[in-house]
Nanobody
Framework: QVQLVESGGGLVQAGGSLRLSCAAS????????VAWFRQAPGKEREFAASINWTGGSTVYADSVKGRFTISRDSAKNTVYLQMNSLKPEDTALYYC?????????????????WGQGTQVTVSS
């Protein structure tokens, strides 16, 4: 069992940056594949980025590629999402999710553990 807590969301102008953090407690976080998803009002939850156990392999949605960077610090049991060049369409509730299998996945249903989410709002 692992518990996830997101932080770092907020209100930012278009073109600005934010760094989200996903802190884990419970089990060794380095044995979990971790992803960031986001959900805008009235829309389905969508994949943003993911990272494998070692941090050596990452996957990005086309909509964030080149602007967002996912990373992990095993010593701190934390995964980060650095978001640059933010756009109003990035506005959403951002969730951290984890699963024990190291296979990449963009489907929310494959993730066992979820945080409560952190709100990101980008003004135009």
């Amino acid at each position: 069992q692992v518990q996830l807590v997101e932080s770092g969301g907020g209100l930012v102008q278009a073109g600005g940056s934010l760094r989200l953090s996903c802190a884990a407690s419970g089990r060794t976080f380095s044995n979990y594949y971790v992803a960031w998803f986001r959900q805008a009002p009235g829309k389905e939850r969508e994949f943003a980025a993911s990272i494998n156990w070692t941090g050596g392999s990452t996957v990005y949605a086309d909509s964030v590629k080149g602007r967002f960077t996912i990373s992990r610090d095993s010593a701190k049991n934390t995964v980060y999402l650095q978001m640059n060049s933010l756009k109003p369409e990035d506005t959403a509730l951002y969730y951290c999710a984890a699963k024990s299998s190291n296979a990449p996945s963009q489907r929310p249903t494959t993730y066992n553990y979820w945080g409560q989410g952190t709100q990101v709002t980008v003004s135009s």
